[in-house]
Nanobody, 117 residues
Framework: QLQLVESGGGLVQPGESLKLSCAASGIILSPYIMGWYRQAPGKQRELVATITNGGITNYADSVKGRFTISRDNAKSTYFLQMNTLKPEDTAVYCC???????????WGQGTQVTVSS
């Protein structure tokens, strides 16, 4: 029932910042978890950050202290602020919302983030 659309990716140099957005259309049933995943060429998909309906956040060790996940007051759009980007952050980033009661994950199409000098 949900449609998720990411935006905000691009090409940046190491140390620079990007902010990704995930716009959700449809009904988001609680409890839920909003998250960001990424997948680099030749690697498996990796969970980057999550935020629960209660506002609890978690981050992969590789991005702790650099990335911040947040959502707007309506909870229809959420974000990933990425600071101090590294080349190893290069990946396609996808947003995801897990609706617990439906045991189902909704996915966006992905947005490319490239960190290169």
């Amino acid at each position: 029932q949900l449609q998720l659309v990411e935006s905000g990716g691009g090409l940046v140099q190491p140390g620079e910042s990007l902010k990704l957005s995930c716009a959700a259309s449809g009904i988001i049933l609680s409890p839920y978890i909003m998250g960001w995943y990424r997948q680099a060429p030749g690697k498996q998909r990796e969970l980057v950050a999550t935020i629960t309906n209660g506002g609890i956040t978690n981050y992969a060790d590789s991005v702790k202290g650099r990335f911040t996940i947040s959502r707007d007051n309506a909870k229809s759009t959420y974000f990933l602020q990425m600071n101090t980007l590294k080349p190893e952050d290069t990946a396609v980033y996808c947003c995801n919302i897990k609706i617990a009661l439906r045991n189902y994950d909704y996915w966006g199409q992905g947005t490319q983030v490239t960190v290169s000098s």
